[in-house]
């Protein structure tokens, strides 16, 4: 069977190899379907991503098909329509005994810090692998993993009724905070420098788009919260700039979400932070969301309403990362069909 592996920054080979078997009781041995191709599988394949060692078989959002099953794996039958949940923790450490799993001491990340999906088989633990129904489209079900970062942040930001919520950025993570937060009864600004993902986000739900290359957000916040700014702010663009603008558009008392990775240092002065009582807060990958998503989606509650914009086949690996390089504006969720 062939496997997909980044062997250094910028080096792809296909290797031929066997097919796995199943060597735990608790193993499934899947067989994808589909597997996303996210903004950090390219950073992984660009060799900049801290937390990812090369060698490394990419791939965290998948689904796929039982094809063989470990003795001991009792909730799942051959043939179900799988997702997989990729992160693994040990259940012992401090943030796993207090409910944040996501950030174990001992954190395994399928397709980041572990080998992923990007190979015609694999077995994984049975813990991490989840059925969904198998009227739910192959295309919808892939958007499983990208909506539990949304669920999380709209967790971690503690969303609900009657918040002002304004989500910067409008890529696929934008676009699923700003889904969940509509779920959960916010009323959602969302800003993007690009119109075409201004747009898509206008149809998805937003209340309100802003180009800020266009328009000057801070004065547009302020107008449209009636000079309360947002209660919520989540930062989906991820840029320095945007992580300090965080603090110029937040409302006394309200929460910023930070999703970003860089290793760089922003400005930002403590009483920014104390003097209206802004709670900062983290979001990573995403802790007990999958069974939520998983039913919202099913219920035909979560769509993805045209997220998904390509389709490369798997052996075109490198023809599609070239091409969300080339045309990030273009794309909005690639795949590879299996
Ligand atoms: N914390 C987590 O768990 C987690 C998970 C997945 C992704 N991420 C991070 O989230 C970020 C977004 O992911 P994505 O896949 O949606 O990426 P993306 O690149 O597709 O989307 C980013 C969007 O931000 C927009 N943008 C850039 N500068 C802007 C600005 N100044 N103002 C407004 N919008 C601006 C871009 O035009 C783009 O549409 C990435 O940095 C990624 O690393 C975090
Ligand atoms: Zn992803
Ligand atoms: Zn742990």
């Given at each position: 069977m062939k496997v997909?592996k980044?062997?250094?920054k910028n080096v792809l080979k296909f290797?031929?190899?066997?097919?796995p078997?199943?060597k735990n009781?608790?193993?499934v041995?899947?067989?994808?379907?589909?597997?996303?191709?996210?903004g950090?599988?390219?950073h992984?394949?660009?060799?900049?991503n801290?937390?990812?060692?090369?060698p490394r078989?990419?791939?965290?959002e998948v689904?796929?098909?039982?094809e063989?099953?470990?003795?001991?794996v009792?909730k799942?039958a051959i043939?179900?329509?799988?997702v997989?949940?990729p992160?693994?923790?040990?259940?012992q450490?401090?943030p796993?005994r207090?409910?944040?799993?996501?950030?174990c001491?001992?954190?395994?990340?399928f397709?980041?810090?572990?080998?992923?999906?990007m190979?015609?088989?694999f077995?994984i633990g049975?813990?991490?692998v989840?059925?969904?129904?198998?009227?739910?489209?192959w295309?919808?079900?892939?958007l499983?993993e990208p909506?539990?970062i949304?669920?999380?942040?709209?967790?971690?930001?503690?969303?609900?009724v009657g918040?002002n919520?304004l989500?910067?950025g409008?890529?696929?993570i934008g676009i699923?905070?700003?889904?969940?937060?509509?779920i959960k009864?916010?009323?959602?600004m969302?800003?993007?420098i690009?119109?075409d993902?201004?747009?898509?986000?206008?149809?998805?739900?937003a209340d309100?788009?802003?180009?800020?290359k266009?328009?000057?957000?801070?004065?547009?916040?302020?107008e449209w919260?009636k000079?309360?700014?947002?209660?919520?702010?989540?930062?989906?663009?991820?840029?320095?700039?945007?992580?300090?603008?965080?603090?110029?558009?937040?409302s006394?008392?309200?929460?910023i979400?930070c999703l970003?990775?860089s290793?760089?240092f922003a400005k930002i002065?403590?009483?920014s932070?104390t003097?209206?009582q802004?709670t900062l807060?983290?979001?990573?990958?995403?802790a007990?969301q999958?069974?939520?998503v998983i039913?919202l989606?099913?219920?035909?509650t979560l769509?993805g309403?045209?997220?998904v914009?390509?389709?490369?086949p798997?052996t075109d690996?490198?023809k599609?990362?070239?091409?969300i390089d080339?045309r990030?504006?273009q794309?909005?969720k690639?795949?590879?069909?299996?």
């Open positions: 997909a980044v062997y250094e290797d031929e190899v066997e097919k078997a199943i009781d608790t193993d041995l899947v067989k994808p379907k589909f597997v996303g191709i996210c950090s599988d390219s992984i394949y660009h060799g900049e801290p937390m990812a060692k090369l078989i990419l791939g965290h689904v796929g098909v039982v063989d099953k470990g003795k001991a009792t799942l043939g179900d329509h799988v997989i949940e992160i693994r923790y040990c259940g450490c401090y796993c207090h409910g944040q799993p996501n950030v001491e001992n954190l395994l990340v397709g980041v810090t572990e080998d992923g999906a190979r015609e088989y077995t049975e813990k991490q989840l059925k969904i129904d198998k009227n739910l489209p295309e919808e079900a892939i499983i909506f539990t949304g669920a999380q942040a709209t967790m971690r930001g503690d969303v609900g918040d919520v989500i910067i409008a890529g696929p699923a905070s700003l889904k969940l937060a509509k009864g916010a009323q959602v969302i800003t993007d690009v119109d993902k201004l747009e898509f986000a206008k149809k998805q739900g309100i788009i802003v180009n800020s266009k328009t000057d957000l801070i004065e547009a916040v302020k919260t000079g309360e700014f947002a209660n919520k702010v989540i930062d989906a663009a991820c840029s320095l700039f945007t992580f300090e603008l965080c603090l110029k558009v937040v006394k008392g309200g929460t979400v970003g990775f290793t760089e002065s403590p009483v932070i003097g209206r802004i807060i983290g979001s990573r990958l995403q007990h999958f069974a939520n039913r989606m099913e219920a035909g769509r309403n045209g997220l914009t390509h389709k490369f798997f690996l490198q599609a990362l070239d091409f080339a990030p504006e794309v909005r690639a795949l590879l069909e299996f």
